[in-house]
């Protein structure tokens, strides 16, 4: 595996304390070794792009940073502070964010729903207390997300999303990452699906 | 703004030798200016066409929402199949000969294709073959329509559409549950040996209810633990279960203490005239708790996402186990109060009840739109099912025909609403 560090912006660099660094990840699938021993650091505004060839262990590196994958060994640490995730959900709220190369989307559910899967926004009152879900706020907020990415003019945030596009799609997963990603977001092959523009969206 | 003569000389201009047609497409009852249907291959009426779907945009762009072939030329102006392919196309955009590509989805471009509002609303369907059922019976027989026989029809739905309700959230997961009725069963003799033996009536329900719920929580714990299929964990379930229940009962019916165990038997009059049982409202009430929890709130929404993908679910940050879990307690709570429907609708425990139970209320589900294969359904359309089932038996007995021909029909129906199932999601994919 070649990992390559491209330093963006004028405060990065080794003077300040890495965000994010991992020590000695391993994981191996049966004979398989698919991280063997690797470290890297991440500093603040950092853009760390991870190359490889088709089975080098992107994705698996990738899924160990987000909780879908527990390394065998190695430790990752947060602002100094070891981390153990044990779940996708521990990752999130933690604040990292991650857009998967299976997108994650539930085709079935429509766009608002999707961007919100698993931090739902409940009404307030006595009918939140019940658990029901302020769907109004979630599409509103939605379409104001989409609209601010710029990634898709989707105007029918209610739409499944297994009518759309595979760029579409990818804008969706691309566009909740960017709402709820508070410390880190992760990308795996961000642009696969995605046109010339959205592309350039997405990279800025 | 772009004409329809820049169009034509643009299209000419890539070579395409023949503009037949160029129109306004209209998009649920509105009519969409700026949206060219372009046909080519003009030579054979009746042979399929490569048809090119053109949107201008705001600057005068024009837009071209992709190629789509039609069956024949006549269903161009409706374009159903067009328009419903434009919402997931990419387009084009040529600007100034620089060509870029851009991911556009107008609400000019709603579906409004009818396959798509089928696809969106799963209790549609159903809800025509049940109102069709309806109308054919009652005009086939005198006897049909009738209040009477409606209510009656209704009541005898109330313990497999509660079975059915219960079955509905497992079979949204891409589950199945074959032990349903095997453990109402236990349930109603549970709770009858429980409330014979001397416990008071409402310990007695609340202990064989919560019961039910437990039981079919090792159901769901051995799904989501072990990583059985839940066919295989219920299959066993089913068998151990109707085992317990022949054991704890020493295989002989026993009668159901009068009182609150039977309460839901009780007939009272709506409006003065229209005759309904305590159970009948009970299931209503469960039938709108179950769709409130699924449609309204987050656990609903995860149930929905966890059956259309899980390891996309899991991502999400979803809890899919707990979630999973909590779906087969829910199931078993709701046998439970099946149980209480069955002791308010025959007030008999029998060990032998219901044993088609299981097939039956999954007929329902089916009949009702949700798709075996999860992520799709709910709990309206379960209703519309237990009731086509309900008014084909019903129906077809006043017409005089053989019970095997009802149950003929009941299997054709079932075959029919996977075959539709599968048919919407080819074409939504």
């Keep these: ?204 | 703004m772009a004409t329809a003569e820049s169009l034509a000389h643009e299209l000419r201009s890539r070579g395409w030798n023949t503009i037949a047609s160029l129109l306004n497409v209209t998009v649920e009852g509105r009519e969409i200016s700026g949206t060219w249907v372009c046909e080519i291959d003009d030579d054979n009426q009746h042979q399929p066409v490569d048809v090119n779907v053109y949107h201008y945009g705001p600057n005068g762009h024009v837009w071209q929402a992709g190629t789509t072939t039609h069956e024949a030329r006549a269903s161009l102006p409706k374009t159903p199949l067009g328009v419903r392919r434009i919402a997931g196309a990419e387009t084009h955009c040529r600007d100034g000969g620089m060509a870029t590509t851009q991911t556009r989805l107008g609400d000019s471009l709603k579906p409004n294709n009818a396959g798509v509002v089928f696809a969106r609303n799963p209790a549609l369907g159903p809800t025509v073959a049940l109102l069709i059922a309806i109308a054919f019976f009652s005009i086939a027989t005198n006897t049909f329509f009738n209040i009477d026989n409606f209510s009656a029809v209704v009541n005898q739905t109330t313990v497999i559409g509660a079975l059915a309700l219960g079955q509905t959230p497992i079979i949204l997961t891409a589950g199945i549950d074959l032990a349903n009725a095997a453990i109402a069963v236990f349930g109603t003799i549970l709770i009858t040996q429980l409330v014979s033996g001397g416990l008071p009536s409402p310990i007695g329900l609340a202990v064989g209810i919560v019961a039910c719920g437990a039981i079919a929580m090792v159901s769901g714990l051995l799904v989501t633990q072990l990583r059985l299929p839940p066919f295989i964990v219920t299959l066993g379930m089913l068998a151990v279960m109707t085992a317990v229940t022949n054991l704890y009962s020493g295989g002989t019916t026993h009668p159901v203490p009068e009182g609150l165990l039977t309460w839901l038997g009780t007939q009272t009059y709506l409006f003065g005239g229209i005759p309904m049982t305590y159970g009948m409202g009970v299931t209503a009430i469960l039938f709108a708790i179950t769709w409130a929890a699924l449609a309204k709130t987050a656990w609903g929404r995860h149930v929905y996402a966890i059956g259309d993908d899980p390891e996309s679910a899991r991502f999400t940050g979803i809890n899919v186990r707990v979630n999973l879990v909590s779906v087969y307690i829910v199931a078993g709570i709701i046998y439970g109060f099946a149980a209480w429907i069955a002791m308010g609708r025959t007030p008999t425990a029998d060990p032998n009840a219901y044993q088609t139970g299981n097939l039956d209320s999954i007929t329902a589900v089916v009949i009702g739109g949700t798709s075996l294969f999860g992520g799709r359904g709910g709990v309206a359309g379960t209703i519309i099912g237990a009731l086509i089932v309900a008014v084909l038996r019903s129906g077809l007995t006043q017409m005089g025909i053989d019970s095997n021909y009802q149950n003929l029909a009941t299997g054709v129906l079932v075959i029919a609403a996977v075959a539709f199932d599968q048919l919407t999601r080819r074409r939504m994919s």
């Design chain 1, 1 to 204: 595996m070649i990992t390559a560090s491209d330093t963006a912006g004028p405060a990065v660099g080794p003077d300040t304390d890495p965000v994010l660094s991992a020590r000695g990840l391993v994981k191996r699938y049966g004979n398989v070794t698919a991280i063997r021993g690797s470290d890297f650091d991440l500093f603040p505004g950092e853009v760390l792009a991870i190359v490889g060839d088709n089975g080098a262990g992107k994705s698996s590196l990738i899924k160990a940073l987000t909780g879908a994958l527990i390394p065998d060994s190695g430790t990752i640490t947060l602002n100094g502070e070891e981390i153990r995730f044990g779940s996708p959900a521990d990752a999130r709220n933690r604040g990292f964010e991650t857009v998967y190369q299976t997108l994650a989307v539930a085709p079935a559910l429509d766009i608002a729903t999707n961007l919100f899967l698993g931090r739902e926004i409940r009404r307030r009152g006595l009918l939140g207390r019940l658990h029901i879900l302020d769907r109004n706020a979630m599409r509103t907020q939605a379409k104001e997300q989409l609209d601010a990415l710029g990634i898709a003019t989707i105007q029918d945030i209610t739409q499944p999303v297994e009518s759309l596009s595979g760029g579409q799609r990818q804008a969706v997963a691309v566009a909740r990452a960017a709402m709820f990603g508070k410390m880190l977001v992760i990308m795996d092959e961000p642009t696969a699906a995605l046109g010339v523009r959205e592309t350039e969206h997405v990279l800025d």
